[in-house]
């Protein structure tokens, strides 16, 4: 028991200050993905490779939407590795609580 003691003691605080410090992810974290809506052409690789489906396309009135969910959203990075434009990309942000599921929806639109 004493041991333990002194051996933390010796550590000193290893827990940071987070949330009253921001906390930096480190390099390579994937965290929430982040779309270029000006280099996307919706050719729909990203669509075809997230592996929980939380990307999809669409089109309504004459206007395409690229929809991107990320409640469900497990950071695997599928969607940067394939896409040809580099239209989206995995950032190291990782503060995505939300009240809604709508507030996690990413959506670009062009009309065709
Ligand atoms: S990181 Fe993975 S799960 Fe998230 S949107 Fe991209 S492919 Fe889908
Ligand atoms: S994000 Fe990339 S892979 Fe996905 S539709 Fe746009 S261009 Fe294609």
Do not use: H
């Not at 290893?14 to 994937?30: C, E, H, N």
């Not at 690229?66 to 503060?95: D, H, K, Q, W």
């Amino acid at each position: 028991m004493f041991e333990i003691l002194i051996k933390t003691l010796k550590t000193g605080t290893v827990t940071t200050k987070y949330p009253q410090k921001p906390d930096i992810a480190p390099l390579g974290f994937r965290g929430k993905p982040e779309l270029l809506p000006e280099k996307c052409n919706f050719c729909g690789e990203c669509v075809k490779a997230c592996p929980p489906g939380v990307i999809w396309l669409d089109e309504e009135k004459g206007e395409k939407r690229f929809t991107l969910s990320c409640c469900g959203c497990i950071f695997c990075g599928m969607c940067e590795e394939v896409c040809p434009c580099g239209a989206i990309r995995l950032t190291r942000e990782y503060e995505l609580g939300s009240k809604t599921k709508d507030d996690l929806l990413t959506i670009i639109r062009r009309r065709v």
